[in-house]
Structures are given as structure tokens and as C-alpha cells.
């Protein structure tokens, strides 16, 4: 079994998160998102990984080699972003038997992609609430007979999970014409496949599509949530560490500090004095979390600097950034409902009543900045002191 990982695209609705790192690079729990669904197909039992890439393929390259977790490592480039049925197009050539397909910026549940290549061909599926937002999926004796995209009245809860085990013939079904969105679209090849064999749809227990800032919190609350403790960093003996907390060798904690798992500390990075990380929280390597700080549920990448006197809560925060002393984030709307992100220009409710701001590289807020719920910072901006922020910039 092959395993083709789509891994070209730029990422648009992650702004400003993915203007220099690929989506599928982003970090969830110490490892970029396009690893856990190689590791999800490594221990399904695949013989090789073809990565499809195209915007910043240096960094996919970089990590995951000529052989990752001792299976080779192919890679492919998607010329133009012309959809992902011409993403898999693209690796034809390294074809050479069943193949699966899976999205390197999702995140699968490893059990059910084991089962969805025991049942191949098959189709990951799973049972959402709001089944009119996916491609909802028919079945009649067991076998997939047609996918609705989006409908208005659906049938059934049991949609298209976003994962594909394709027999080797598909591999001359690839050639499909261009959809009414501009796109060679994997659906109508799926179409194709489910005219000619019996498809098994395979429920997952757990799938995410990590499309959009805040949903990088939710990967890290699922991943974070699944690690075991393993502390070999450098901790006070005055700080306390509770329940399941990662503290990588090279990080430190200092005294006074309190870590409540589920948290994970990288390499480099330092807590405290007398800091407080508690809430699903990654802070990345190389971050400093200072004196009087405390971040809660939030995600820090690298480089980042929350020196002293800050609170951060439920919030994405981005590469070589500095929080001036005082920074404080609100997280909350005061009159209940959801909090909103602009994503592309339009307003797209989090569905979470806690989310804080997203922050891109290289910003730099003055001291006592106050940042509005949902708030946007663009890679390179300033805020100045005692300023509070209620607009994206």
C-alpha cells in the first residue's frame, strides 16, 4: 500500500499563520500536523509515503526526508493549484497498486486508518451534526453508492471523512474535467471508482480538518490530551508540574511555576519565575513565558516572548513574536455568543464562546496593549503602549 499525503496547498484561511510555513507544517503537540497523518499510515502498515507539495516544499522536504520512520519518501510537485484530484494526478507515475490518500493538514484517528485499508477500496467517513456542510455519503448493503456534496436536506449524518483507499485502476481515473469552482475536484474520481467496485465506507471515531486558527486549538486539546507525561527538561524544585505535561530536555521551569496538564514545553523554551501554563497549552521551542504570566489553552510558536506581567488566553500566537509587559488578551464576548475571526475578508464564528487572538510572525505589541476577542495582528505589525485593539491590522 502506498500512501499519497496532499501537502501543496498555501493555506489561505490560516493567515497569517501560514504565510511563510505550510499549513501542513504547523505545529499540534511538538510535531507538524502532516506528521501525525504520516505516522497514522506508517503504523497502518504502508511500504511508501509520496508527498504532493508545492508552496514551501523546502520544509516538508526538510523534515520528513528520503525515509520517514524507516519507510522511503517520495516527493511530488503540484504545479499549479488546480484541485486535489490533479494533486494525486500529479504522483500517477509513482502509482504501482492500491493507493490511499489522505489530507496532511487532518488529523485521522490512527485505529480507523488501519481499518480503512483492511476494507480496501473504501472511504473514511464520520457522523457530524451539520451534515449539509460535507459530502454526505449514501450506503446500500454495506457499500458507498453515491456522495452528495453539501446538501440541503440530508439523508443520513455519515459524511465523507477526507482519507481514500483507491484500487490500482483508478489510476487512469485521475483525468477529470474541471468543476464549476475551478477545480479538478477528488470526488469525481471517488464517482468514478464507486460506478465500477464496491467502495466500504469506514467510520472514524475521530477526524479533524485543521483549516483555520482556531482549530488549531482543537488539535491541540485532542493531541495534547493523548500524550504521556515525560518530564526531562530542567524544573525547579520550587515549581510544580500536574497532571500530563510534556517538558522536553533543554527546557526549563523555574521556581514558582505551575504547569496543569495537559501542556507541552519544547525544546529551549523557559517558564516563569513564578509563571502559570495550565489548559491544553503548547508553547514552542525557544519561547520565553515570563515572571507573572500566565497562558491558558493557547498555542506559542517558536521564538515567541511573553516576558512578564501578561495573560493569554485561548489563543494562536505566531513565530518570533514580543507581548510588551502587560499585554493582556480578552477572550470572551460579553454578551454570550460566539466568538468571530475574519477568515478572507468574512466573519466566520469560531463556535467557541472562548477564543482569544491570532497573531501572526514578528508582531510586536507595546506594554498594558489590551487585544480584543477574535482580533487578527498581520505578520510585522505594532501596537503601541497602553493601546487597545478591537480590529484586525
Same mark, same amino acid.
Given at each position: 500500500?502506498?500512501?499519497?499525503?496532499?501537502?501543496?496547498?498555501?493555506?489561505?484561511?490560516?493567515?497569517?499563520?501560514?504565510?511563510? &510555513?505550510?499549513k501542513p507544517?504547523?505545529?499540534?503537540?511538538?510535531?507538524? &500536523?502532516? #506528521?501525525?497523518?504520516?505516522? #497514522?499510515?506508517?503504523?497502518?502498515?504502508?511500504?511508501?509515503?509520496?508527498?504532493?507539495?508545492? +508552496?514551501?516544499? =523546502?520544509?516538508?522536504?526538510?523534515?520528513?526526508?528520503?525515509?520517514?520512520?524507516?519507510?522511503?519518501?517520495?516527493?511530488?510537485? =503540484?504545479?499549479? =493549484? =488546480?484541485?486535489?484530484?490533479?494533486?494525486?494526478?500529479?504522483?500517477?507515475?509513482? &502509482?504501482?497498486?492500491?493507493?490511499?490518500?489522505?489530507?496532511?493538514?487532518?488529523?485521522?484517528?490512527?485505529?480507523? &486508518?488501519?481499518? !480503512?485499508?483492511?476494507?480496501?477500496?473504501?472511504?473514511a467517513s +464520520?457522523?457530524?451534526?451539520?451534515?449539509?456542510?460535507?459530502?454526505?455519503?449514501?450506503v446500500e448493503?454495506?457499500?458507498?453508492?453515491?456522495?452528495?456534496?453539501?446538501?440541503? #436536506?440530508?439523508?443520513?449524518?455519515?459524511?465523507?471523512?477526507?482519507?481514500?483507499?483507491?484500487?490500482?485502476?483508478?489510476?487512469?481515473?485521475?483525468?477529470?474535467?474541471?468543476?464549476?469552482?475551478?477545480?479538478?475536484?477528488?470526488?469525481?474520481? !471517488?464517482?468514478?471508482?464507486?460506478?465500477?467496485?464496491?467502495?466500504?465506507?469506514?467510520?472514524?471515531?475521530?477526524?479533524?480538518?485543521?483549516?483555520?486558527?482556531?482549530?488549531?486549538?482543537? #488539535?491541540?486539546?485532542?493531541?495534547?490530551?493523548?500524550?504521556?507525561?515525560?518530564?526531562?527538561?530542567?524544573?525547579?524544585?520550587?515549581?510544580?508540574?500536574?497532571?500530563?505535561?510534556?517538558?522536553?530536555?533543554?527546557?526549563?521551569?523555574?521556581?514558582?511555576?505551575?504547569?496543569?496538564?495537559?501542556?507541552?514545553?519544547?525544546?529551549?523554551?523557559?517558564?516563569?519565575?513564578?509563571?502559570?501554563?495550565? $489548559?491544553?497549552?503548547?508553547?514552542?521551542?525557544?519561547?520565553?513565558?515570563?515572571?507573572?504570566?500566565?497562558?491558558?489553552?493557547?498555542?506559542?510558536?517558536?521564538?515567541?516572548?511573553?516576558?512578564?506581567?501578561?495573560?493569554?488566553?485561548?489563543?494562536?500566537?505566531?513565530?518570533?513574536?514580543?507581548?510588551?509587559?502587560?499585554?493582556?488578551?480578552?477572550? !470572551?464576548?460579553?454578551? $454570550?455568543?460566539?466568538?468571530?475571526?475574519?477568515?478572507? $475578508?468574512?466573519?466566520?464564528?469560531?463556535?467557541?464562546?472562548?477564543?482569544?487572538?491570532?497573531?501572526?510572525?514578528?508582531?510586536?505589541?507595546?506594554?498594558?496593549?489590551?487585544?480584543?476577542?477574535?482580533?487578527?495582528?498581520?505578520?510585522?505589525?505594532?501596537?503601541?503602549?497602553?493601546?487597545?485593539?478591537?480590529?484586525?491590522?
Open positions: 500500500m502506498q500512501a499519497i499525503v496532499l501537502a501543496a496547498g498555501k493555506g489561505t484561511r490560516m493567515k497569517p499563520l501560514s504565510n511563510e &510555513i505550510p507544517m504547523l505545529t499540534v503537540a511538538g510535531r507538524p &500536523i502532516a #506528521a501525525h497523518t504520516a505516522d #497514522a499510515a506508517v503504523d497502518a502498515g504502508v511500504n511508501e509515503l509520496v508527498f504532493v507539495v508545492g +508552496f514551501g516544499e =523546502q520544509k516538508v522536504r526538510e523534515y520528513f526526508g528520503s525515509t520517514y520512520r524507516g519507510v522511503p519518501v517520495s516527493y511530488v510537485v =503540484q504545479e499549479e =493549484q =488546480q484541485g486535489t484530484a490533479d494533486a494525486v494526478r500529479a504522483t500517477k507515475e509513482h &502509482i504501482d497498486g492500491p493507493f490511499a490518500v489522505l489530507y496532511g493538514d487532518n488529523l485521522y484517528d490512527p485505529d480507523g &486508518i488501519s481499518k !480503512l485499508f483492511e476494507a480496501a477500496p473504501s472511504i +464520520f457522523r457530524v451534526p451539520n451534515p449539509s456542510n460535507y459530502g454526505v455519503l449514501t448493503d454495506g457499500a458507498v453508492v453515491e456522495i452528495i456534496e453539501k446538501p440541503d #436536506a440530508p439523508e443520513n449524518d455519515l459524511v465523507n471523512g477526507g482519507a481514500y483507499v483507491f484500487p490500482e485502476e483508478a489510476r487512469d481515473m485521475l483525468d477529470v474535467p474541471v468543476s464549476e469552482r475551478g477545480e479538478r475536484e477528488l470526488t469525481d474520481v !471517488l464517482d468514478r471508482v464507486i460506478e465500477r467496485f464496491t467502495v466500504s465506507p469506514v467510520i472514524l471515531r475521530r477526524w479533524m480538518d485543521v483549516g483555520r486558527p482556531w482549530e488549531l486549538l482543537e #488539535a491541540n486539546e485532542w493531541k495534547l490530551g493523548a500524550l504521556e507525561r515525560r518530564v526531562e527538561g530542567e524544573v525547579s524544585e520550587n515549581a510544580k508540574i500536574q497532571g500530563t505535561v510534556v517538558v522536553e530536555e533543554g527546557a526549563t521551569v523555574r521556581g514558582g511555576s505551575v504547569v496543569e496538564g495537559p501542556a507541552y514545553i519544547s525544546e529551549g523554551a523557559t517558564v516563569g519565575p513564578n509563571a502559570y501554563i495550565r $489548559g491544553s497549552t503548547f508553547v514552542g521551542p525557544d519561547v520565553h513565558v515570563g515572571h507573572a504570566v500566565e497562558i491558558k489553552n493557547s498555542v506559542l510558536f517558536d521564538d515567541t516572548n511573553v516576558g512578564h506581567l501578561s495573560y493569554v488566553g485561548d489563543s494562536v500566537v505566531g513565530r518570533d513574536v514580543n507581548f510588551g509587559a502587560g499585554t493582556n488578551v480578552a477572550n !470572551l464576548r460579553h454578551d $454570550g455568543e460566539d466568538v468571530t475571526v475574519r477568515v478572507k $475578508g468574512e466573519a466566520v464564528s469560531t463556535g467557541r464562546k472562548k477564543f482569544g487572538v491570532v497573531v501572526g510572525d514578528d508582531v510586536k505589541t507595546g506594554i498594558n496593549t489590551a487585544l480584543n476577542a477574535g482580533v487578527k495582528l498581520s505578520e510585522g505589525s505594532q501596537t503601541a503602549p497602553g493601546e487597545t485593539v478591537t480590529r484586525d491590522r
